[in-house]
T-cell receptor, first 114, second 114 residues
Framework: DGGITQSPKYLFRKEGQNVTLSCEQN?????MYWYRQDPGQGLRLIYYSQIVNDFQKGDIAEGYSVSREKKESFPLTVTSAQKNPTAFYLC?????????????FGPGTRLTVL | AQSVAQPEDQVNVAEGNPLTVKCTYS??????LFWYVQYPNRGLQFLLKYITGDNLVKGSYGFEAEFNKSQTSFHLKKPSALVSDSALYFCAVSLPGGYQKVTFGTGTKLQVIP
């Protein structure tokens, strides 16, 4: 899992509650990404950030928010507006946001709604 | 639009036999292609990628893949499977030109039988 850490490993959320997933990298990578993984659906892009203080919506951004105040950190908040948040969340980074760059993934956070 | 298809949800192979995990892609233009592997409850790990040049790409852990433009395929292969190769394998595609998101397939579960 390289130099990317995600915490917590498991997270439980009550209905109507916002929760924040942490992602930290020490690889000095410019680009960072958040994906959601559901069984049989592969990975879907939630948000990505090419540089500090900049981020863009991915394919399924509704109900999620992010910030990129530091190069090494890209936290994801799952808001109460996300109606079906139970999933495995993966953070990734790459040296640059270019199309040929290898992405390095963290170990993931499994979120469950109670 | 870009997409990848992994036609097999699961592939079973006996230990020591050759293995193939299939991937086909659909893009407008010349693709960049990737293979990643995921072990249970872990993040994805990079195996190999095709950018340009030799159609046969060699990667980590003895895996290789062949880019076939006429068949729009990028199948993953290994001459002799190990039980430890059992995992979930993802094919992915991106396109040239600025930032281009990576699109992942739905994954193929490889089961190597002792």
């Amino acid at each position: 899992d390289g130099g990317i850490t995600q915490s917590p490993k498991y997270l439980f959320r009550k209905e109507g509650q916002n929760v924040t997933l942490s992602c930290e990298q020490n690889l000095n990578h410019d680009a960072m990404y958040w994906y959601r993984q559901d069984p049989g659906q592969g990975l879907r892009l939630i948000y990505y950030s090419q540089i500090v203080n900049d981020f863009q919506k991915g394919d399924i951004a509704e109900g999620y928010s992010v910030s990129r105040e530091k190069k090494e950190s890209f936290p994801l908040t799952v808001t109460s507006a996300q109606k079906n948040p139970t999933a495995f969340y993966l953070c990734a980074s790459s040296i640059d946001p270019g199309p040929t760059d290898t992405q390095y993934f963290g170990p993931g956070t499994r979120l469950t709604v109670l | 639009a870009q997409s990848v298809a992994q036609p097999e949800d699961q592939v079973n192979v006996a230990e020591g036999n050759p293995l193939t995990v299939k991937c086909t892609y659909s893009v407008s233009g010349n693709p960049y292609l990737f293979w990643y592997v995921q072990y249970p409850n872990r993040g994805l790990q990079f195996l190999l990628k095709y950018i340009t040049g030799d159609n046969l790409v060699k990667g980590s852990y003895g895996f290789e893949a062949e880019f076939n433009k006429s068949q729009t395929s990028f199948h993953l292969k290994k001459p002799s499977a190990l039980v430890s190769d059992s995992a979930l394998y993802f094919c992915a595609v991106s396109l040239p030109g600025g930032y281009q998101k990576v699109t992942f397939g739905t994954g193929t579960k490889l089961q190597v039988i002792p």
